[in-house]
């Protein structure tokens, strides 16, 4: 358990142009992939969303979840995570269409980054980095707008940067799955997810 405050912050923003649809409000195996990652999230004292539509903060505010707003939409998953950092400090940050994370793996994350010292600790599933499961501490925060400053624009852009201090977290097959297209989402049901 962390020693000091952390937040879990659902990434609901995005286009989801592959899907065709608003990704959190698919129904997965009776539940939107926005009510399965708040249940992920569940073990944290406060849970925030960062972006999502209309109808995702209806389902947040019935939830007792803030949504923080995107203030630099379209911009993809990286700066939301520092905006969410700037807003309340450290986070452990998800994508809401990573639908094969448990509460386990997110406090496993959460753990890897108590190390002092340490800037992000990052899932690995099967040796292959997760950067959609991670969690940034607010010591990150300078190191990662140098990167955007330089062009950097990826999660992994800012996890491979010499000047980062990151874990790795091994957290099991699951939380590489990402449901990106109905094909995903059938695959995913079929499987009995």
């Known amino acids: ?28 195996g009776g539940r939107t ?3 399965r990652a708040l ?16 109808q995702v903060a209806q389902i947040c505010a019935r939830r007792g979840v803030e949504v923080l707003a995107d203030v630099h939409p379209g911009s993809g998953p990286l700066m939301a995570i520092l905006a969410a950092v700037e807003q309340v400090g450290d986070v452990v ?3 809401v269409d990573m639908a094969g994370v448990e509460a386990a793996m997110v406090d496993a994350v959460r753990a890897g980054g108590d190390a002092r010292g340490v800037d992000i600790a990052v899932a690995t599933s099967l040796g292959e980095l997760q950067p959609a499961l991670a969690r940034w501490n ?3 925060y300078p190191a990662a707008m140098a990167a955007v400053d330089d062009g950097v624009r990826s999660l992994f ?9 990151v874990v790795q977290v091994e957290v ?4 590489g799955i ?11 049901d079929d499987a009995g997810q």
Do not use: C, W, Y
């Open 178 to 188: 990402n449901l990106n297209t109905p094909a995903d989402v059938a695959i995913f």
């Open 1 to 28: 358990m962390s020693t000091h405050a952390v937040t879990g912050a659902v990434l609901a923003g995005g286009a989801s142009r592959r899907m065709g649809r608003d990704k959190a409000l698919i129904d997965v």
């Open 157 to 165: 852009g800012v996890v491979g940067r010499d000047e980062v201090s």
């Open 39 to 54: 249940d992920v999230m569940a073990g944290f004292d406060q849970v925030v969303v960062l972006g999502g539509s209309a």
């Open 93 to 95: 940050a998800m994508a």
């Open 138 to 140: 607010a010591s990150v």
């Open 172 to 175: 099991g097959a699951g939380v």
């Open 33 to 35: 992939l926005i009510d």
